[in-house]
């Protein structure tokens, strides 16, 4: 997994984004409740070491397993959502 591909997965889940030092990802629900907060350095490496791997995930509340789906394009935002119990259909 490299850089480019945890800002394609971060981004699906439709972030606020803040541009500091880093880039800083909010993740909201549909009505406006704060879910996860996860950063992307501004001058990545082309891969991402185990650490960073690990830490995403945590960051963003949900199992290893569902963030590898997302990346993979196999899951969206909905799935996200739905792990956060926040998916109201």
């Not at 880093?22 to 990545?44: M, Q, Y």
Request: include cysteine.
């Amino acid at each position: 997994m490299n850089f480019g591909d945890v800002e394609r997965g971060v981004r699906k889940l439709d972030p606020e984004v803040r541009d500091t030092g880093d880039r800083i990802f909010n993740v909201f629900c549909d009505e406006g409740h704060w879910l996860a907060r996860t950063k992307i350095s501004r001058r990545p490496k082309k891969d991402l070491g185990y650490d960073l791997q690990r830490a995403i995930p945590i960051q963003l509340g949900i199992p290893k397993d569902l963030w590898v789906e997302i990346v993979g394009c196999r899951k969206s935002r909905e799935a996200f959502l739905m792990h956060h119990g926040h998916l109201h259909t």
